[in-house]
Structure formats: structure tokens, C-alpha cells
């Protein structure tokens, strides 16, 4: 049976009610992973033994009718979240070696209800990228065909999924890092609400803007595993103090009368016609399933890349400065004092674009800049915040296209450092307000597959995904898998 | 060096660094216990491993609350943490999380006993921030080995206007926050083991000069005596420079206890910018109204209400008062011993005085003195009763140091009541001018001095234990005779 | 937005990144490719909003003054590149921090 074809919603009733064991299913992934990934480098480290010895334990539940919700269930988990006892390298070599001394709370929520770990998954370093290309380990390639980049930073996950080595993974987002890879690997991509995932244990790169989310095949596959990911976290302090959403309650329910918001200065952007060819035929289908179209304006969205640019490098400036090879990770060789000892375990334990952004933030929050720069990108924030808010009076959700094309070619975009950054221009935004955003397929070019993203408003996960579903239930395009 | 200083002013500000005795971290649960092996109260968050985040623990908001209503300051409400960003390896984020814009406790002050009188000292802001870790160089040839315990330790750091004037006020301000943490039990403020450290800004003007001097800055002072003699080091270094025809340079200095110096710190290639910025992985903390006056409600009586009510209530001198009001434990022992003995004089000549002298003996604090203050209390109250002189109490006191007894049974003992009976008196006094026919002649013929002859022989003839008065009284009707 | 060679050596010290004289001028150039985006905040009308350093409109919340942690010394020590007698090893550190 090719039970990798099963969605993870079919694959969990098919463990309970016995039609296969946790086991068979772990293995079938496993053989997968072992003959495809060369293919696509989706994985930094395959946890073989472990993940078969966590399916057994699960098998041995069912079979005393004691399982956990989500029970022998295959997962990969981006290599940004400590697992203990696992190496856990962000995808450099300043952790190449690095065995996580704890678990992050993702890791151990999802350990807790069953959930079995393939491995690790490949990542731009230290979660800076929009195309899996600065990872120590090697670069990703997109399954659809491996000339081309599958996005980043959560590369890997995205690439494992689409080509089906594992039913869902689990990955982040600072400026797009979920949403992109999906846009560009066919998938569906959620990241949540800032404050719904806990960030313990999840290796930080901007502290105010990374949310840990899922890449899967469907709405109903997220919700699934996004609902057993979420919940507050006494040891994140920035954790919302609510439990965990109910992301399946309201997935099937119509969208009738909701309404769709278009953002005027969005679709303002030059963008090759076939993107915006399939939003249209997006927008058409929602309307068909009885949604409104309404335009809205947010008008300081133009404003959303050189934020980010400027508040993530500075937050990760400060982020990145306890990796000076002390007391775990890389440490350069016979330092001859602890000043030789930082700059060249520094310089050579990061890779060219984590050593720009550091750069570009420490200049930012240096001496005579901090008012010009950080403070001033700080209060542009509450301008494309309240942008949002105000938007969300009249409409549900706010829809563009996720990327402003399909998947380039590897190689393609490394001269000017600015030209990859213009690849999360729709993205952005949502990290900026802490808002929930979605990538759902809508479409394809070339033979490469296209993304639409919805924005909704704090906390509404669960509408998001019943636009999900709703699209997904009337179309095709999250059903194509790539032939590998 | 002996500068002439008469035409010069200081203008001292201190920075000083108190370790809060919370059980456990400012934002990790790892344990706070001096003197642990390296690393060993160190977790994952104190290691700054990644992915690790902080959280705030509750008590260190209502430490810093109370000192700052001690020292007569406003509390912020919200206050935030910020990133201080610098690579030191004791220092294991690259970063310390302390406070910028908005610190818990702002705009207070301290008024200080000087020479001239009372004087106001401002305090700028106390804030809170986490302790760095220590480097050890001993045993490990070219290298330094650091241990993490102490990184995270949750510390108020105290600034003061810069308004003190000399060595002696500085001293004077530092044993004021000592006392205060001390009262208010969010310290031990032991400087010898670094639970408070003091750095000095120290600069000189001309006197009358309007326009600040540049500044150093002192660090490694770790007495009050030190602060003293580094400042006045400081002082008369800078005076010595500006006259010989240099100019002082900011920078950081080291105090050196061996030599009574001060040398700069190495200096750095480029000065430290420390890119102050909102720390993100913590929140506003908004301190509620009911909150701050629950914690107020909880303090103790601070030195200075405790001094004026002693100089009120008890009639002490303000210079006694302020000597018994500086430790809380001796004060409460003080107010203990005056509820039995009802005589505030004789308890302060007492607790000062003697108690004082034994408990410096054995290194002992008031706390574990071997005598309790309602057994000085009772000794103190049998002198009043005139039941043993002072002289003989003092004796008794020492015997119940060592055998712990009270003082009634160990007058009965020893048979030390003190002889007031005139007969009984009269009696000894007869016999002591019996045996001594010589002085008599002598005393008789105009050697005044002799007196106290006879009365040490009647001491001694009694054992000490006659009433000093009457044997005066007595052998001087009888040597008139 | 031109950035200085001298700049360039003083933010690559205080970020403690040592960056080698024939790769100077390329990173320069990169590093002021970013910088042309800061300019475009200048524009912006600010003077109405403060500046948002948290997404969350809430108050930081608390844990009890309690011992959690026990000794894991060796659990966390296994990483480290140099360790003896329980300390971190470095090259010898001179003087205190600022």
C-alpha cells in the first residue's frame, strides 16, 4: 500500500482503527527517505533507531487501547527546535556537532501525544534565507525539479513534504519562512498568531517575530497537528496565556457571506501575469463558494521590507552573540587570546549571509543610529500594525499572492543580498503585526506550483483554516504531488 | 602624596551592586547558594544554550519595591527589561539583560550624618540586571577557567547623584545602603564576599567651579575602608595631575589594596558601545497599585524612623540612636533588653560597651550572643536595684557569657549581693581604720589622697561587694570624727 | 548609503566577526546594498504611534522565588569545547569587563 499517500488525517484513523501499525508506517517513510532524499538533501539527520523505537512504543498503546492522540504518526521537525539527545544544528556549523542538552516544549507537546520523529530537517542557517541555499549542510532542492530552490528558510520541511518522505512537518516562520517554502513546494503552510506557539527550545533568530508553525498537504492536516503544537508555555514569556485552540471545530463550516479583503497596495506591485492570473481564479472561487471581495487599504505596507531588514538583523545580532565557542559549538583552532578566539570562531563558524545580517544589526543599534534606525523601524511596526487592525473591521481575511513568483533556479539570486529579500514582500507583513498567515497552493506555471496567502486577524487560526479548507474542498491543487 | 586640597572639591557618584538573597535566579530556577562546585548551579538558561528563554522571578519586584520606598523614590509602572549587549566569557548571551529606559525605582534620596550636620544625597535610579559569572586564572597556565554559578544572580544596582563630597560621606552613603538592604532582608550586603560591590565616579574642580572635572571611574573596592582610601587616593591623584600640567583621562581604574592605588583598566581598541535595546523575549512588567502597597505594607521600621523614634522615646543621644538603629538585630536586642531593665542609658553603655566587646572577641553576631537580651535585661536590672554594683556585674556578666546561667543564680552562687546594710558597713569600715593606725595619722594630717585608700580596703574586705555609696558616705563621717 | 572602511572595522569588532582585508570591499559593497532600505524608512510619518517592541499588548508574567534546577553539570558540560575541573576553558582573560 502506498501508505505515504494516505493524508495524515487517514493515516492516524488507519493506526486506530489497526489497518496498519505505527511501525510499518514509520519504516515505509524510512525506506522512503533512504531512497529519495539524496535527491533533495531534505534532511540533516534521519533519527532511524529512535523514530522505530517510538513507533513500537506506540504500536504496544494501541494494542492496550491506551494511545495518545496523535499516536504513531510520522513527523519531521525543522532543525531549529532542540530535541534532546538529538543533534540539533540549525543548519551551521556553529552547531554541527551539537546535541541539544534539552527539548523544546513543540518538540515534547507533540512527543507527548504520540507523534513519531523521522529526523531533523535541513534549514537556511539560523532560520536567514528565503531559498535553502546557505544551510552548512548542503543545499535543498525542490521536488518538483531539483534545478530549482524550494524556498527557505524552512526549506527542508517543505521539500520532505512535498515529496512525501514524511506526512507533515514541522518548520518556522520570521518573514515567511513557512509560507514561501509552501508557496514554492505546492504545500500548505500556517504560521500562527505571535504568541500561539511557545519558543522554548526553538534556536532564536528574531526574537519578536519567530513563530513556530507546520508545513502539510492540506488545511485539515495543519490543523491537526498545529492544535497539539499550540498552548501556553510558562517558560516562554511571550507565550498568550490561552490553551490550546480548537483549530477542527469550525474547519468544515461554509464560508458564506464572509469577506475577503484585496489590499489595494499589494496588487499595486508589478507581478508576472500568471500570478496574477491565479489569484484571480482564486478570488473567483471563493466567490463561487459565497464570499465577498472587498477592497482595503494598507497603506504603509511598502514600508514592510526595510522593517524587517532593519528589526530582525538587530534582534539577531544580539541573538547570535552567545555562539562565541566558550561552552558548546564550534570553536576555531589554537586561539592565541579570547579576542582571537571570538573574531575567528565567529568568522568561521557563520556562514556569509548570517555574518551580513549580524552586521547590518549591530550597525543599526550602534551608537548614533538606534533613533534613525530601530527606533524608527519600531514605530513604522505600529503603523503597518494598525494598518491591519483598521483593515479588519470590514473584512475576515486578507488575501494576496504568497510569493511574487514559482521556485527559481539555485544560483539564480546570489549576487545582490536585496534581490532574495524580495521574495518575502507579501509575507512580511504579518510577522510585523503578529498576525496568523496561511499559503495554500492555487496554481502552477511551468510545471512549478504557485501559493496564495491569507491574512487573518490575532488569534483567528481557525478561520484561516476554514478559508483553507473551504478552497481546498472545491479545488484540486493541494492534491498534486510532484513525481519523484 | 600629600596634596594640598584646600582649593580643590570632589564630586563623587556611586554605582553600587547589590546581590539579592532571592532563593533562586532573576530568570532562571536554578539556585542562588554561595560557595557551590563550578557550574553546578548552572542551567541551561544560565549557560544561555540556544533556544533557552528567561523568566521573571516575583520576588526580586518586591525587593526592589521596598528599597526604593526606603530611599524615598518613585516605583515605574511598566518598567522593561534591555539587552547590554558585550562579549565577555562570564558574560554566556553575549548580552546582559538589565534595565534602560524605564528602571523599576527612579528619583529618591538618602540623607547622610556629616561633620557639618545632616546632608541629602540623590538617588538617580536603582535598577534590576543579572549577575555575569566568574573567571579563574590560578591553576591553569595561560588560560582561565569560568564558572557560570553565579551568572544570573538577580542584582539592584544603585546609582547616587553626584553629589557626595568626600571620602567620608561616600562611607557614610555606602553604610546607609548597607544598613537599608539589610532591614529590609534583601541582602546580606557582604562586600568582602561581593553580595555589595561599590564603584566610584570621583572627579575634582577648583573650589567654586560650576563646571564638572572629567571622571574616572573606580572598580575592586570591596570595604568600606577601601572605598574611603581609594577615593582619597583618587582625589589627590587627579589634583596631583591637573596641577602638574595634564589632563585626566575617563577612563576605568582598578583599585589596588596592597599598594593603596589606583591603575587604569587595559584599555580597549574601540570604546564599548553596548547597542541598548528592548529585550523582546520579556514583557512590560506593569506593577498594580494594590501590589506595590501590600509589598509596602510588609516593611519593616528603616533605620532613620527607627533612630528617631529611639531619640524620642527613649531619650538617647542622636549620636547612640543612630549607632543602635544602623543593624537591625542590635536594635531589636536593644528594645528587647529595655523592656526588662526599663533603663535605656545603662541597656545602650551595656550593648555598646561590654556585649560589644565579647561578641568581637568570638567573631560573633548579636544574633548568637551568648547572653540573651532578657538575661542582660535582668543584670542590667539588679544594678538598677542596686542588688550588685557595676563593677561586680561586670564579673558576673562575664561568668554568664561562659556558663549561660542568670544572673540571680549566679549572685546566690557565689554570694555576690551586693552589702547595703549601714551596720554590716560601718562594721568593716571600723575594722579596716583599726588595721591601718598609720594612714589614719596621715589622712587625719592632710593627705586627702588617702581616701581612696580606705575605701579600696573596704572593696577588698568586702569583696567588692559593699555599696560603693554608702561606704563612701560612712568612711567619711568617720574619718571626720 | 556609503559605508566606511573604518565602520565596517568597528562593527565587525563589536560583533566579534573578524573579516579579512581581501574580503573587505565586497562585503562593503553588499552590507551598503542593505543600508539603501534603511533610507526608506526616512520618509515615513511616525510622529502619531509609539515605537512596538512586543506584538502582544500584555504584561510580563511572573514565577515563584523557588529552587527548580538541580545540578545537570555534566549534561550540559558534554558540548563544550574545552572543560576542566568543571570550568569552561579559554585563553587567559586580563582585567575585568566595564
Do not use: S
Given at each position: 500500500m502506498d501508505l505515504h499517500k494516505l493524508s495524515l488525517k487517514e493515516q492516524l484513523e488507519g493506526l486506530k482503527k489497526s489497518e496498519f501499525t505505527s511501525v510499518e508506517l514509520t519504516s515505509h517513510y524510512l525506506k522512503r527517505i533512504s531512497k529519495h532524499d539524496e535527491k533533495f538533501n531534505s534532511f540533516i539527520t534521519v533519527t532511524e533507531e529512535n523514530a522505530l523505537m517510538q513507533a513500537k512504543a506506540a504500536d504496544e498503546r494501541y494494542k492496550k487501547d491506551k494511545s495518545l492522540p496523535l499516536d504513531g504518526v510520522p513527523i519531521a521537525h525543522k532543525d531549529i527546535f532542540c530535541t534532546k539527545g538529538v543533534r540539533t544544528t540549525c543548519g551551521s556549523k556553529m552547531l554541527s556537532n551539537f546535541e541539544a542538552p534539552y527539548s523544546s516544549t513543540v518538540y515534547t507537546k507533540l512527543d507527548e501525544q504520540g507523534m513519531v520523529m523521522l529526523g531533523k530537517t535541513n534549514m537556511d542557517e539560523f532560520a536567514m534565507g528565503s531559498s535553502n541555499e546557505t544551510s552548512y549542510f548542503g543545499p535543498v532542492s525542490n521536488p518538483w525539479d531539483t534545478e530549482y530552490v524550494p524556498g527557505g528558510s524552512s526549506g527542508g520541511s517543505a521539500s520532505c513534504v512535498s515529496a512525501e518522505l514524511a506526512p507533515i512537518a514541522t518548520a518556522t516562520d520570521t518573514g515567511g519562512s513557512i509560507r514561501q517554502p509552501a508557496s514554492l513546494c505546492g504545500l500548505t503552510g500556517i504560521k500562527p498568531t505571535y504568541g500561539r506557539v511557545s519558543r522554548y527550545g526553538m534556536i532564536a533568530f528574531a526574537s519578536s517575530l519567530d513563530q513556530g508553525g507546520v508545513v502539510a498537504r492540506s488545511a485539515e492536516d495543519a490543523a491537526l497537528i498545529l492544535e497539539g503544537m499550540s498552548g501556553h508555555d510558562p517558560k516562554d514569556s511571550t507565550s498568550l496565556k490561552l490553551p490550546s485552540p480548537d483549530l477542527t471545530k469550525n474547519l468544515k463550516d461554509s464560508i458564506q457571506g464572509m469577506k475577503i479583503g484585496l489590499p489595494k497596495e499589494f496588487f499595486e506591485q508589478d507581478m508576472p501575469s500568471y500570478v496574477e492570473q491565479s489569484i484571480q481564479e482564486a478570488i473567483e472561487t471563493y466567490k463561487s463558494l459565497g464570499a465577498e471581495i472587498v477592497e482595503v487599504s494598507l497603506k504603509n505596507i511598502n514600508l514592510s521590507l526595510p522593517i524587517y531588514y532593519i528589526i530582525a538583523p538587530a534582534e539577531c545580532s544580539a541573538n547570535l552573540s552567545r555562539y562565541d565557542g566558550v561552552r558548546y559549538g564550534y570553536r576555531c583552532e589554537d586561539p592565541k587570546d579570547i579576542e582571537d578566539l571570538y573574531m575567528r570562531t565567529r568568522e568561521e563558524g557563520f556562514g556569509a549571509e548570517v555574518k551580513r545580517r549580524i552586521l547590518i544589526g549591530t550597525y543599526a543599534l550602534s551608537a548614533g543610529f538606534y533613533d534613525a534606525y530601530y527606533l524608527k523601524a519600531q514605530k513604522c511596526r505600529q503603523l503597518v500594525a494598525n494598518d491591519f487592525t483598521n483593515a479588519f473591521e470590514s473584512v475576515d481575511v486578507i488575501l494576496s499572492p504568497t510569493t511574487p513568483g514559482t521556485a527559481f533556479k539555485a544560483g539564480e539570486k546570489s549576487d545582490d543580498p536585496t534581490e532574495m529579500y524580495l521574495q518575502d514582500i507579501f509575507t512580511i507583513p504579518a510577522n510585523l503585526a503578529g498576525l496568523p498567515g496561511i499559503s495554500i497552493p492555487c496554481g502552477e506555471h511551468d510545471g512549478l506550483p504557485l501559493g496564495m496567502q491569507l491574512v487573518g486577524n490575532s488569534l483567528q487560526e481557525d478561520k484561516l483554516l476554514q478559508f483553507a479548507h473551504s478552497y481546498q474542498s472545491n479545488t484540486d491543487w493541494h492534491k498534486k504531488m510532484p513525481n519523484i | 602624596m600629600n596634596e594640598n586640597l584646600n582649593n580643590w572639591e570632589a564630586v563623587i557618584g556611586l554605582e553600587i551592586h547589590v546581590q539579592l538573597s532571592t532563593k533562586s535566579k532573576l530568570f532562571s530556577g536554578a539556585s542562588t547558594n554561595f560557595?557551590?562546585?563550578?557550574?553546578?548551579?548552572?542551567?541551561n538558561i544560565d549557560l544561555a544554550m540556544p533556544g533557552v528563554l528567561p523568566v521573571l522571578n516575583e520576588e526580586v519586584l518586591k525587593m526592589a519595591i521596598k528599597l526604593g520606598t526606603a530611599l524615598n523614590a518613585d516605583i515605574n509602572s511598566p518598567t522593561s527589561f534591555a539587552r547590554k549587549n558585550y562579549f565577555y566569557p562570564d558574560s554566556p548571551k553575549g548580552y546582559q539583560i538589565s534595565q534602560m529606559d524605564k528602571p523599576i525605582v527612579e528619583g529618591g534620596y538618602l540623607d547622610i550624618e556629616t561633620e557639618s550636620g545632616t546632608k541629602r544625597i540623590g538617588v538617580t535610579r536603582a535598577h534590576l540586571e543579572e549577575d555575569a559569572g566568574k573567571s579563574l586564572h590560578d591553576d591553569f597556565e595561560g588560560q582561565s577557567g569560568i564558572d557560570l554559578n553565579r551568572a544570573g544572580t538577580p542584582l539592584l544596582e544603585i546609582v547616587s547623584e553626584p553629589e557626595i563630597s568626600t571620602p567620608a560621606e561616600a562611607v557614610a552613603y555606602l553604610k546607609s545602603i548597607h544598613s537599608i538592604i539589610r532591614y529590609l532582608a534583601i541582602s546580606d550586603g557582604n562586600m568582602a564576599e561581593g553580595s555589595m560591590r561599590c564603584d566610584a565616579n570621583v572627579s575634582v574642580r577648583k573650589k567654586g567651579d560650576l563646571e564638572l572635572g572629567t571622571r574616572t571611574e573606580t572598580k575592586n573596592v570591596n570595604s568600606f575602608r577601601f572605598v574611603e582610601k581609594a577615593i582619597q587616593y583618587e582625589i589627590e591623584r587627579q589634583v596631583h595631575e591637573i596641577e602638574s600640567g595634564n589632563t585626566i583621562t575617563q577612563e576605568t581604574r582598578l583599585y589596588d589594596s596592597q599598594n593603596n592605588t589606583t591603575r587604569p583598566m587595559r584599555s580597549k581598541e574601540y570604546a564599548n558601545d553596548y547597542r541598548y535595546f528592548p529585550e523582546p523575549d520579556l514583557l512590560p512588567i506593569t506593577l498594580e497599585k494594590d501590589f506595590i502597597e501590600s509589598v509596602i505594607n510588609d516593611m519593616p521600621e528603616m533605620p532613620n524612623e527607627k533612630k528617631e523614634r529611639f531619640v524620642s522615646k527613649f531619650s538617647l543621644s542622636n549620636y547612640d540612636a543612630d549607632l543602635l538603629a544602623a543593624d537591625k538585630d542590635i536594635a531589636n536586642y536593644f528594645e528587647e533588653v529595655v523592656k526588662i531593665s526599663d533603663s535605656p542609658k545603662l541597656s545602650t553603655n551595656w550593648i555598646m560597651g561590654e556585649l560589644s566587646a565579647l561578641l568581637n572577641n568570638e567573631n560573633l553576631n548579636i544574633k548568637d550572643s551568648k547572653v540573651s537580651s532578657d538575661k542582660l535585661g535582668q543584670l542590667i536590672l539588679r544594678i538598677e536595684d542596686a542588688t550588685i554594683s557595676g563593677k561586680i556585674a561586670k564579673d558576673i556578666f562575664e561568668k554568664m557569657w561562659i556558663s549561660g546561667k542568670e544572673v540571680d543564680e549566679i549572685i546566690q552562687d557565689e554570694g555576690l549581693e551586693q552589702v547595703t546594710d549601714d551596720k554590716q558597713i560601718e562594721a568593716m569600715i571600723d575594722e579596716v581604720i583599726k588595721s591601718n593606725p598609720e594612714q589614719l595619722e596621715q589622712y587625719r594630717s592632710g593627705k586627702d589622697r588617702l581616701f581612696g585608700f580606705f575605701v579600696g580596703q573596704v572593696m577588698q574586705a568586702s569583696k567588692g561587694k559593699a555599696n560603693p555609696k554608702q561606704v563612701n558616705d560612712i568612711l567619711k563621717s568617720k574619718l571626720e570624727k | 548609503m556609503a559605508l566606511s572602511d573604518k565602520e565596517l572595522k568597528e562593527i565587525s569588532y563589536l560583533a566579534r566577526i573578524n573579516v579579512k582585508e581581501e574580503s573587505f570591499s565586497s562585503l562593503k559593497k553588499e552590507l551598503e546594498q542593505i543600508l539603501t532600505l534603511f533610507e526608506e524608512l526616512n520618509e515615513a510619518d511616525t510622529s502619531s504611534v509609539d515605537a512596538m517592541s512586543h506584538p502582544l499588548d500584555l504584561s510580563q508574567p511572573t514565577r515563584k522565588d523557588e529552587v527548580t534546577e538541580e545540578n545537570k553539570r555534566d549534561e550540559l558540560l558534554k558540548n563544550a569545547p574545552s572543560v576542566k575541573s568543571g570550568l569552561f576553558i579559554v585563553p587567559k582573560v586580563i582585567d575585568g569587563e566595564a
Open positions: - | 560557595g557551590a562546585l563550578p557550574n553546578t548551579q548552572a542551567c | -
